[in-house]
Structure formats: structure tokens, C-alpha cells
């Protein structure tokens, strides 16, 4: 599904060029859940910024789904990306001025479904997740398990491919974080590829295959 | 999709009050000036525009050459004879029709009232299009007794408009003459220059259209009507060419009259397309016609509009841009949920859209509420109703397309450009340099400035002239119109007004202004303004005189043979010793007068007109046509009564009306009292909106700046510290202001007072209270919101990060 190949990410700071991700190799086949993990500043939010497409890379090959991304179009890579990559964040990242259902619906308005097919997938998702009386309160209304319960619910709506989170229960307690995770492996064993990065070990043992981050590289 | 951007749109412009406040206020007050100037603009263009015939109508005008200076003085007035020769002899014009302004004594019951009408061609309906209520287009102005009035006037005449063939006495001369009513016209429309209450046919007797000497003689206004599409300059030529041919022996024998100072009265004719007439300052709309206006206030007030709006909409820009940092997560969210960037552009133009859209409406309603008032002050009689015109209604649809794109495109275009990796994790910043945000501050104050000190100027220049010494006293004088029969019949009534215990004295003058030209003993020509009067005027108004004596009563050859002249004369004749000096008036017959006093210069016209030579006779030939009563101060209510009755006993025919004079000297610049006004208003919204969109700013940089400010007083910065760091930034951006602003107003405003010849000097204080007042506002505005935010507790502002 994906294949990165001697991927290098760096800023220049005046004469100096600081390196953000070196040399990444890596290979990650449909179906797996990859805990990304590594102490503050080694690059962990990069990649996964980079594999989904947010950010840009400087050098190296990225293919996803056969498509080689580094050679693509914005508009092109955006359509890709649109169609088979879900986010969640540490913080959430809920639109404040939308309601819980507003914002799970959001990603379907821009992929152009109908008025009432979106309904029903946003109702069988409020159902799914057992939020169906929240839907009409705003993100400040609800507890932070709550707000990333809707942002997963969000990632998910349009059926992607592949789910990345960046340290999804950073933000949680950890009664909270337990259910993130079972609910990821659940997503996981329904076929999602999921990728994570997390500080924590006990959340990384719910993947199939941590990947150690230093200064930037993979750890062997 | 668009149902998802208006809710955020609507839920935004509720959640942050003051950002919605000024946006929409300022907006909306932009947008409401812009229409209230669009109707005064379209209302000025559209003068005359509703005669159908209007294209092919002209006014035939002159250029006459002084042939000392050789600069052209331009004349709107013709005679008798310019319209029917110029017809029967050059083939393109089709018609003619004169109209000459003129006033009845008519009788309304047992009263007698002075009323205002023209006198015109029977030709005038066929070429102007006034429509009848009834009577016949073809023959209502045949019969030398009829009269045309409109439905105003045939209600406060008869109290119906259905008045066919009923009978109006007007007085001629002595005696009350029956006029039939011939037709009903509909109510002049307010933009037209031609305005009337009533017709009569004109009065051209036999001889006076047979005398070629009457090419010479201007009182009124000629249209011609042309066939479409003539060569306007080869008619002017044959114009001319037939005015030499046919003025060639009326010139022999004038010449033999007066020399050769006839030479100087020729002229050259050419034509001014009707619907110039309106905004013409150089052939105004004068002597009958009305309305006249100066496209300097049409252009003024455009300026005002766009002001007022460009500083609107760069609040919003500003504004808008500022608050970024606050949309920034969402605009990162919907990037990464999908969104492109053409997605988010629309949502920013649609949020703008919105907000337009509410300002427009308010804007309306504010056009509805201040109409009564601008009418007032710009002499209009405009109406919200002028708005459904369809070129208007896409004038302002245009308007809200313009002022959508224009506050909300920068906006959208940047804030679609944003990063999301940046704005979701904390690395987005708008701190950065703001070069435009800076600029837009610095173009709004130097708006605001600009505008402000113009103000100051057209202030004071206005003040100037409704307060500057005319040269004479104009306090407790009274003027009383009445066209006397000779000079003796005029000093009667000044007798039994002696009588009277509050009159100080009285003094006859002939009526409007007069004017003419002499021959100097060195055989130059000189133009000049002359008064009949008697050896009581100069003392009743106080003017001084320079040198000699006034008229007197002792010396009784003075009415015969004596003149006075004012200094400008002197000055124009080059007099070195001015007393014994003769002058020759040309239809005197070579008879001579010489002058015995000079008489200190003083406004007798308008302070917008120079002083020019002025002449003062006795003549006995000239009619007094007014009389100046001086009462003692705080008797007016009984002289006033006392006046009315001796007149009344003296003339009972004639109509009774009085003027103060200082009243109307005050009127004569009620024009330029409202311009005042109008300008002040502008100034005045201009700095209020350009200190909301500061008020606006300052509250988003103390937002952004609350860890800043809380770091610093954990250090130990004071009150007073912070908020000179608070306001200092905004100050610097309003002293750039002040050295654009300053130097562009010093040039406008010299330019704008080059229109009047009696002006104020520009001087520093001008500049400086109108930089110190936009210093003082804005320092206000922003010093608010800092001491907020410099009072906080450090402490929640530090938490919360």
C-alpha cells in the first residue's frame, strides 16, 4: 500500500540545513497497524504528515495504492488523498462553529455526496459510535473522549483506506484512551490500515508492528 | 454545500460581536453614503434629460472679446432678434423659442401678489415637453392675453385645476388686465432647468423686432431646435457669418452714436447643447432658468463616497485577515477533511457575500432615514423611490458586486492559501512584518486626514465668507421693492417714511444690477456695475468715502452732471487724480459726467465675485426700483407695520413685501452654509469608520499579543509601559499618515480656494488641529483596548497558553 524510498525532509536555517526526516525506507502493506514511536522532535508528526500527504518531502519516492505521489499534481495527490486517507489528531481538531453531526458530515460536502446519502451515513456513523444524542451540541460542549470519539467519526466517514492518527489519546485519560484504542483495534480488524504515532507503549502493543524514530531515521 | 458556509457564516458573525459591529456598521454607513451620492450624481446628470427633444435643443450663447484684455467673456443672454433671423436664415435650425423672465402683479381675491413667471415663444410647447392637463399644445400661447399655468399654480389661484377660459387680472402698468387661462401644464419635474408657474406669450412689439439695433441688447434666453445631426460648428459659422452681414448697417449708425466703442460690443454666437446648461459654471442656467449647479460638488461628494467606502472595506480586509489566526484551525480542518482551496475561497466570498448583504439592507434603511436631511442640505428633493429606476438599481447592484469582491477577495485569497500542517500544530503565526496590513492603515488615515483638513479649510473659507465686512452696514435695514414712476415719487414715500419715529433714514436705489460700458476721456473703454441713487444711499449703508463728496442737495446740478466711483474705478481707469475725471456712457448721447467723490470699495455682489469698477449716478432717466429703510435697532415689528401701511396708503395696487438686508446677504451663502455641512459629515463619518477599523485592530493585537503582554508584567513592565507598546505601533502608522496626508491637502485645498477671489490663507493652524484631532482620535481608540489588556491579571493569560 505503501512504499517509501530514501525519503530526506530538511530546513534550511541560514548556512545550516537541519534534517527532519533522513533516509526513510519503508513498506506498509494493506491491512497492518503500525505504531510510529520516538521521543519529542525525532520526526514522528513529520513522517506522518508526509504519508498523508499534508506535508512535502525534499527527496526520496512515495508511492501509495500504485500512484507514485512524488510525482504527482496537488490536485491530483489531493483527489487521492481525499479519497482514501482519514486523520485524527492529538487535539481533535473539531470546526468550533459546527455541531458534532456538522462536522462529521463536512468531509462528505466536499467529496460532492448527496444531501440524503450523507445523512444516512452520517446517522449509521452517529449510531455506530453511540453518539446519536450529541449530534446537535458544538465541540466545547463535550468531554475530550467525546470530542475525539467525533473526530474519528469524522476520519472515518468516507470510508478511507487508511486511518492516521497523531497520538490520539495524548490529550485523554487513560479510561478514555483505552477505548480509542480498542476502537482502533476493532476499525482494524474491519479491514482499516491504521497508522499511529504515540508516546506510549502500552497504546503502541495495540499495533502489529512498531517503527523506531531517532534524530529522523528508523532505528533498526 | 453553500447551506453548511452560511451557517458557519452566520454562527461567526454571532459569535464575534464587535468584529460583526464594525464590519457591517462600517460597511453599511459606506455603502449608504455611496447611494445617497449615486442619487445626487444621477440626479444632476439627469437634468433635462426628460425633454425628449433634448439632443437637438441648443441655447444660443456669445463670446465676447474684450479687446483691452483679450480675455473671453462668455454670456448666455441673447436678445429679440437672434432666434427668429437665425431661423428664417439658416436652414438647420428648425425653431426657435425664446423665454424671458418676468413678474405680474396679479390678483388672488382682494389681494395683490407679486408673481414670478416667463414669458415665451408660442413655439415652447412643441419643443420642450411639458405635458398638458388640458388645453391645446398648437395655440395656448397664440393670444397675447392668454396664460398657461400649472396645476399648483391653478389650485392656489382658483383652488381647481380645472380652470380652462377663466380669467386672471394682471397688472401691465396701471391698470389690471384681464388674462384668459389657455391651457394646464403638469408640475415642472425638479430636474429640470426651465421652472415656471406660469406662462405668458412674449412681448415683442414691431418696432422692437425690426430694430436691428437689438442684436445688441441681452435680456433673455433663445433655444433653437437643430435638425438631427447637423454640423454644430458649420452652423455656428453660419451663424456668425449672417450676424456680420446682418448687423452691418445698425453699426454705421451706431457708430455715429457713440464711436468706436460699438466696435467692442460685437460678438461671437455659438451654441451650448441644453443638457451642458445644467453643471455649466461658465454659461449657468441663469435670468429665468433655474438650478443652476457646479459639477465641483458632484465630484466633491464622489470623493467623499469612495472614501468613506474604500476605508469600509479595507476595515473588513484588515479586519478579516487579522482575525486569521482565529479561523486558521478551521481553515486546516477542512483542508484536511477534504477541502480544496477554490472550495475555501468561495466559503470566505460567500461569508463576505453575507455580510455585504446585511450592510446593504441596513444601508437602505439608513438612505430611507437620512434622505429628509441630505435633501435639505444639498437643495434636492430626491426620494428613495428614484432608486427603482433600472440603471440605478444595476448602478447598485454593481455597487454590492464591487464592494463584495473588494473586502472579501484578499481575504479569501490568503486565507485559502494557509498551510495545514502549520495551522494545526501551532506553528502558524501572523505576527510577521504585515506590510499590507500596515499599508491599508496607513491609506485609510491618510483618507481620513486628507478629508478632515479639507474640511477645515472649506470650513473656514465658508465662515469666511458669510463673516467677512461687506464694506457697508447691513444691520436693521429693511428693502421694500417698488418700481417707482419717477424719482419724485420715490422721495415722496421716502417723506412720509421719515414720518415715521422708528425710521432713521431711507435711500431709493434702482433694482437688480445694472451694468454698462463708458468711454474714458483717453478714449478707452471701460466696463463697470452702475447704481441709480440719491445723496442717502452711501450714509444709510455706512460706506465710507475715499475721496471728494457724496451727492448732496446742495449742489442741485449733482443729478445732472455728477458722478461717483468706486476705488477699483480709479484703480481700472488709471486715474492718478480721480476727482474732475469725465466719464461718457455710451447712450448718453456724448454727454459727459464728472466725478466728484470716490467711494471706498465694498461687496455689492457676491464675496464669490471680484470687486469691480462700480459707477454711481442720479440720473434722473433711471428708475428707482427699491428703496433701503434703516429702523432703529429692536424696533422692527413696529416700523415694520408702520412701513407697510404708508405704502399700502401711498400704492394700494401694488404688492407689499420687505427683506432684511442682512437676511438676505445671509441666504446669499445659504449654499455654501449647507456645503459646510455636508463636508463636515463626511469628515467626520470618514475618521469615525477609519477609527472603528483601528479600534478593531487594536483588539485583535492585544489578543495576540496577551502573552506578550503577560510575560512583560510578570517581569515588572508597568501599566503606562504596556500601553505605550500597545498604541505605539498603531501611532507610527497615523504620523506616515499625517506627512501623506498633509502635503496632498495643502494641495488641494490651494487649488479649491483658487476658485474665489476673496479667500482665507493657508495657514499652519489648519494643518496642525487637523492633525492633532486624528492623532487625538486615534489615540484614544487604540489606548482603550491597551489599558484593557494592560490591566489584566498576567496570571489567566499565562495559563491559558
Not at chain 2, 459 to 482: A, P
Request: aromatic share 12%.
Amino acid at each position: 500500500m505503501i512504499e517509501l524510498k530514501g525519503i530526506y525532509k530538511w530546513v534550511n536555517t541560514g548556512n545550516n540545513r537541519t534534517f527532519l526526516l533522513k533516509d526513510i525506507n519503508l513498506s506498509i502493506k494493506e491491512g497492518e497497524f503500525i505504531s510510529i514511536m520516538g521521543p519529542s522532535g525525532s520526526g514522528k508528526s513529520t513522517l506522518l504528515n508526509v504519508i498523508g500527504m499534508l506535508d512535502e518531502f525534499d527527496e526520496g519516492e512515495y508511492v501509495f495504492m500504485n500512484e507514485p505521489v512524488h510525482k504527482l499534481k496537488e490536485k491530483q495527490r489531493a483527489a487521492l488523498y481525499k479519497q482514501y486517507i482519514g486523520f485524527v489528531f492529538q487535539a481533535y481538531h473539531l470546526i468550533d462553529e459546527l455541531t458534532v453531526y456538522e462536522n462529521i458530515e463536512t468531509p462528505l460536502i466536499y467529496q460532492d455526496i448527496k444531501s440524503s446519502d450523507r445523512k444516512a451515513m452520517v446517522a449509521d456513523i452517529l449510531d455506530r459510535f453511540n453518539i446519536v444524542g450529541k449530534k446537535d451540541l458544538f465541540p466545547t460542549q463535550l468531554s475530550g473522549g467525546q470530542q475525539q470519539l467525533v473526530g474519528i467519526a469524522r476520519a472515518l466517514i468516507a470510508n478511507p483506506r487508511l486511518l492516521l492518527a497523531d497520538e490520539p489519546t495524548g490529550n485523554l485519560n487513560s479510561k478514555q484512551g483505552e477505548e480509542i484504542m480498542d476502537l482502533f483495534s476493532q476499525l482494524n480488524k474491519d479491514g482499516v490500515t491504521i497508522i499511529q504515532v504515540t508516546h506510549s507503549e502500552k497504546n503502541a502493543a495495540y499495533g502489529s508492528r512498531i517503527i523506531n524514530l531517532l534524530d529522523g531515521r528508523v532505528e533498526k | 454545500m453553500f447551506k453548511n458556509y452560511f451557517k458557519i457564516a452566520f454562527r461567526n458573525l454571532a459569535r464575534n460581536k464587535i468584529y460583526s459591529f464594525i464590519n457591517i456598521a462600517g460597511l453599511a454607513i459606506g455603502l449608504a453614503c455611496a447611494m445617497l451620492i449615486i442619487l445626487y450624481v444621477k440626479d444632476e446628470i439627469s437634468y433635462d434629460r426628460f425633454q425628449l427633444n433634448a439632443d437637438n435643443i441648443y441655447r444660443i450663447v456669445t463670446h465676447n472679446v474684450d479687446k483691452n484684455g483679450g480675455k473671453i467673456h462668455k454670456e448666455p443672454n441673447t436678445g429679440y432678434l437672434q432666434g427668429p433671423r437665425f431661423m428664417q436664415n439658416i436652414p438647420e435650425i428648425k425653431n426657435f423659442v425664446r423665454i424671458q423672465q418676468g413678474n405680474e402683479n396679479i390678483k388672488l381675491g382682494d389681494e395683490v401678489k407679486n408673481q414670478e413667471l416667463l414669458y415665451v415663444d408660442s413655439s415652447f410647447f412643441k419643443i420642450f415637453s411639458f405635458p398638458l392637463v388640458s388645453g391645446n399644445v398648437n395655440n395656448c400661447l397664440n393670444e397675447p392675453l392668454s396664460v398657461v399655468m400649472t396645476e399648483d399654480a391653478a389650485r392656489t389661484q382658483f383652488g381647481t385645476t380645472n380652470v380652462i377660459g377663466r380669467i386672471v387680472m394682471m397688472k401691465d402698468d396701471s391698470v389690471f388686465v384681464p388674462h384668459k387661462v389657455t391651457a394646464v401644464v403638469k408640475n415642472c419635474p425638479q430636474n429640470s432647468s426651465i421652472k415656471f408657474d406660469m406662462l405668458l406669450p412674449i412681448r415683442e412689439s414691431q418696432a422692437d423686432a425690426t430694430n436691428s439695433e437689438n442684436w445688441f441688447n441681452s435680456f433673455l434666453n433663445t433655444f433653437v431646435v437643430l435638425n438631427p445631426h447637423s454640423d454644430i460648428q458649420s452652423v455656428e459659422s453660419k451663424m456668425q457669418k449672417f450676424y456680420v452681414a446682418d448687423t452691418k448697417d445698425a453699426i454705421i449708425s451706431l457708430k455715429k452714436q457713440f464711436g468706436d466703442v460699438v466696435e467692442s460690443w460685437k460678438s461671437e454666437y455659438h451654441l451650448q447643447p441644453l443638457l451642458d446648461m445644467h453643471l455649466s459654471t461658465e454659461l449657468p442656467s441663469h435670468n429665468g432658468l433655474s438650478g443652476a449647479s457646479n459639477p465641483m460638488y458632484s465630484y466633491i461628494l464622489s470623493g467623499i463616497a469612495l472614501f468613506v467606502l474604500l476605508i469600509a472595506c479595507i476595515n473588513f480586509v484588515n479586519l478579516t485577515v487579522a482575525r486569521s489566526v482565529k479561523r486558521s484551525k478551521e481553515i486546516g480542518i477542512r483542508k484536511v477533511v477534504g477541502s480544496d482551496r477554490k472550495q475555501l475561497i468561495f466559503q470566505f466570498l460567500g461569508e463576505s457575500f453575507l455580510l455585504c448583504l446585511i450592510a446593504f439592507v441596513m444601508a437602505i434603511v439608513f438612505v430611507q432615514l437620512s434622505l429628509p436631511l441630505f435633501n435639505n442640505l444639498s437643495n434636492k428633493a430626491l426620494a428613495l423611490s428614484y432608486l427603482f429606476d433600472i440603471k440605478l438599481v444595476a448602478g447598485y447592484i454593481l455597487l454590492f458586486v464591487f464592494t463584495t469582491l473588494l473586502a472579501g477577495f484578499y481575504p479569501a485569497i490568503v486565507l485559502s492559501g494557509y498551510k495545514p500542517v502549520k495551522t494545526l500544530y501551532n506553528r502558524f503565526s501572523n505576527i510577521g512584518k504585515n506590510y499590507l496590513q500596515k499599508s491599508l492603515v496607513v491609506l485609510q488615515f491618510t483618507l481620513a486626514a486628507f478629508l478632515i483638513i479639507a474640511t477645515l479649510t472649506i470650513y473656514k473659507q465658508f465662515n469666511f465668507l458669510t463673516n467677512e465686512k461687506l464694506g457697508y452696514d447691513d444691520t436693521d435695514i429693511v428693502t421694500i421693492q417698488k418700481n417707482f414712476k419717477t424719482h419724485e415719487e420715490a422721495w415722496l414715500f421716502k417723506n412720509e417714511l421719515l414720518k415715521i419715529p422708528g425710521i432713521v433714514s431711507v435711500a431709493p436705489r434702482n433694482g437688480g444690477s445694472w451694468s454698462t460700458i463708458a468711454k474714458l476721456g483717453n478714449d478707452s473703454t471701460i466696463n463697470f456695475d452702475y447704481e441709480t441713487v440719491d445723496e442717502s444711499f452711501l450714509p444709510v449703508l455706512k460706506i465710507p468715502l475715499a475721496l471728494g463728496r457724496n451727492f448732496s442737495s446742495d449742489f442741485p446740478a449733482d443729478s445732472a452732471n455728477s458722478i461717483l466711483v468706486n476705488e477699483t474705478f480709479v484703480k481700472k481707469a488709471g486715474w492718478k487724480n480721480p476727482i474732475g475725471q469725465t466719464v461718457n456712457f455710451w447712450y448718453n448721447n456724448n454727454k459727459t459726467y464728472t466725478v466728484i467723490g470716490v467711494v471706498k470699495d465694498y461687496h455689492f455682489e457676491s464675496l464669490n465675485k471680484k470687486i469691480g469698477p462700480q459707477l454711481f449716478t442720479m440720473k434722473p432717466g433711471n428708475p428707482y426700483e427699491m428703496v433701503f429703510i434703516k429702523i432703529k435697532p429692536n424696533t422692527a415689528s413696529g416700523s415694520l407695520m408702520a412701513i407697510q401701511k404708508t405704502f399700502k396708503q401711498l400704492f394700494p395696487l401694488n404688492p407689499y413685501s420687505y427683506v432684511f438686508m442682512n437676511e438676505k446677504n445671509r441666504k446669499a451663502y445659504e449654499a455654501e452654509a449647507k456645503w459646510k455641512q455636508i463636508m463636515l459629515f463626511g469628515a467626520i463619518l470618514t475618521i469615525f469608520i477609519s477609527c472603528f477599523g483601528l479600534f478593531g485592530l487594536s483588539v485583535l493585537s492585544a489578543e495576540k499579543r496577551t502573552k506578550e503582554i503577560g510575560i512583560r508584567k510578570v517581569l515588572g513592565a508597568s501599566v503606562n509601559g504596556v500601553v505605550t507598546i500597545l498604541s505605539k505601533d498603531f501611532l507610527k502608522l497615523v504620523f506616515i499618515s499625517l506627512v501623506i496626508a498633509i502635503p496632498a491637502a495643502w494641495l488641494a485645498s490651494n487649488k479649491w480656494l483658487e476658485n474665489y477671489p476673496y479667500r482665507i490663507s493657508l495657514s499652519w493652524s489648519i494643518f496642525a488641529s487637523g492633525a492633532l484631532l486624528v492623532i487625538l482620535i486615534a489615540l484614544i481608540t487604540v489606548s482603550f483596548q491597551a489599558i484593557k489588556a494592560a490591566l489584566a491579571n498576567p496570571v489567566k493569560s499565562l495559563r491559558t497558553e
